[in-house]
């Protein structure tokens, strides 16, 4: 395992500042934005895309610092009913994952995206219950416009070698495993998880009964290390579906925070423990949106937990089992 982060916190340092700090904290991996809602203050990806010379650069200046990149990110909304945002998410989808396979990163993480209720409507539609029976029968239509279009990214995939590593995020089509898991069911191998707790712990979800449910399928791709903490005072009150303001930090059910702010870290060693039981060994990328810290200080921080709670070594044999 290493430790990573998604780098858009860092957004006012250049690509060699932005490493170079990153380095100098115990930071072994990078996961830029490459377009849509991460931005591409790090990698532009039209800049890098088929340019072998622009890639040669990237590759020493990551060999300077011993990093690699865990992922290219370009989280969007490919299903949006309006059809140019939808075509301009594709567009950016299909480039970075072109782009992952220049540069021999085996992963873009994304969202699913989320449809409208209907082929009429013109705005997603989030659907969390079946009834009245309208949104069941919108909800089965958003699933077939999902599976028709994730069939035909996952086999662009599959030819350039590369996994679909899908954040399961409220106000998205799959925000929790068994979503995640009948996408994955319905459109290949290549479609799994970029594991978010952070969007789980507010839903009520055991994060590592998740782990082991996507983990028995084979369907965890990439990890995002990002805690949540849940104000029982004011979730008692308006329950978890919150729409104050995140900056609005006292009034609001539960908060984005820095890894070990929200659970503290015999739990976050429990996640380690149980991704590698399940088969992960890869990067722990973090990804800071904690409003009560700078970004360098929660990411500081986040590693601190993240270098004592990770395994850097394959296990040994079971000697004392013989």
């Known amino acids: 395992m290493d430790i990573g982060v ?40 039209e800049e890098y895309l088929d340019d072998e010379d622009a890639q040669l650069e ?10 690699h990149v865990s992922a290219l990110a370009i989280h969007n909304n490919p299903l949006h009913p309006d059809e140019k945002r939808a075509e301009e998410a594709d567009t950016e989808l299909r480039e970075a994952i072109e782009l992952a396979d220049q540069l ?26 079946p009834w009245p029976t309208e949104h069941a029968d ?6 077939e416009v999902a599976v028709d279009y994730w069939s035909d990214l996952a086999a662009y995939a599959d030819d350039h070698g590369v996994d679909l590593a899908i954040e399961m995020h409220p106000n998205m089509l799959v925000y929790e495993p068994h979503g995640m898991a009948k996408l994955r069911e319905e459109t290949g191998e290549r479609v799994g998880a970029n594991f978010d707790p952070s ?31 849940v104000y029982e005072e004011q979730a008692r009150e308006k329950g978890v579906l919150d729409t104050t303001a995140y900056d609005d930090e006292p009034n609001r059910s539960w908060l984005f925070r820095s890894v070990g702010y929200g659970h ?47 395994f850097r070594e394959q296990p040994g044999e079971a000697y004392w089992a013989e």
């Open 6 to 45: 998604h780098t858009p916190p860092l957004a006012d340092e250049s690509l060699e500042g932005a490493l170079a700090y990153l380095s100098d904290i115990g930071v072994d991996a990078i996961e830029p934005g490459v377009g849509g809602f991460p931005g591409d203050d790090h990698l532009v990806r």
């Open 58 to 67: 990237l590759e020493e200046l990551l060999s300077e610092f011993e990093m």
């Open 104 to 129: 021999d990163v085996n992963t873009v993480t994304c969202f699913s995206g989320l449809p409208a209720g209907g082929p009429d409507d013109e705005v997603p539609n989030w659907i969390t219950a």
């Open 138 to 143: 919108a909800h089965d239509y958003q699933w």
């Open 199 to 229: 969007h789980l712990y507010w839903q009520d979800i055991s994060i590592t009964d998740a782990i082991r449910y996507l983990g028995e399928r084979d369907a965890i791709h990439h990890f995002h290390a990002k805690d949540t903490k």
């Open 264 to 310: 503290g870290e015999e739990h976050w060693k429990d996640v380690v423990s149980t991704l590698r039981m399940v088969g992960y060994d890869g990067t722990l990328s973090i990804e800071h949106e904690d409003s009560l810290t700078s970004s360098r200080e929660g990411l500081e921080k986040a590693v601190e937990i993240l270098e004592r709670a990770i």
